[in-house]
């Protein structure tokens, strides 16, 4: 998404349990796991962003699949049902740190056990909440979405926006930054 904004840009890849809370709210289990993830970048004079997504339906939180059989059963429990996409956001600019979410609503048509099997081999579902990318091969079980596309995709554009503004900042502001930073 940076790189479509043309941002510049350097990837830290954090390492942090990803683990869900059970008793917390999905907001705020997404807003906290994107806090620790923009807080374990060290670096000063450096816009961080932390995000993490996490899908919600019936009452239950779908994190990243552990496995072939973890991926059937998240899609499984999505088969044919509305289910919530949830994103926690965090930006750290110059000691502060402004947080929110964004929530979309997506509804899977039925599917058939054969394409819920074939679309595990593929391994896109892994390293996705809910075992599925709607950008991806996973938009085919899409029937419809309420609310942001961007935000399903992980990275809610229009929630970042309205916090780089609590920084006074702007995407166009960002695309000026030092690729340094």
Not at 59 to 80: T, V, W, Y
Request: include cysteine; charged fraction near 25%.
């Amino acid at each position: 998404m940076l790189k479509d904004l043309s941002i510049p840009f350097k990837l830290f890849v954090p390492r942090v349990s990803e683990k869900l809370n059970k008793n917390a709210s999905t907001r705020k289990t997404a807003t906290d796991l994107a806090i620790k993830k923009c807080k374990k970048y060290k670096g000063v004079n450096s816009l961080v962003i932390g995000m993490d997504t996490i899908v919600a339906v019936n009452k239950m939180k779908l994190g990243k699949p552990e496995n072939q059989e973890d991926a059937k059963g998240m899609l499984k429990l999505l088969n044919g049902r509305t289910h919530e996409v949830i994103t926690g956001v965090a930006l750290k600019w110059k000691g502060r740190l402004v947080t929110g979410t964004a929530t979309t609503r997506v509804q899977f048509r039925k599917m058939k056990p054969h394409e819920i099997e074939w679309y595990v081999q593929t391994g896109e579902p892994f390293d996705k909440a809910g075992a599925y990318a709607i950008q991806g091969l996973g938009r085919i079980f899409i029937e419809r979405i309420e609310g942001c596309y961007y935000n399903v995709v992980g990275f809610p554009l229009t929630l970042f926006q309205s916090l780089l503004l609590r920084f006074g900042l702007t995407i166009q502001d960002l695309q000026r930054f030092p690729r340094n930073r």
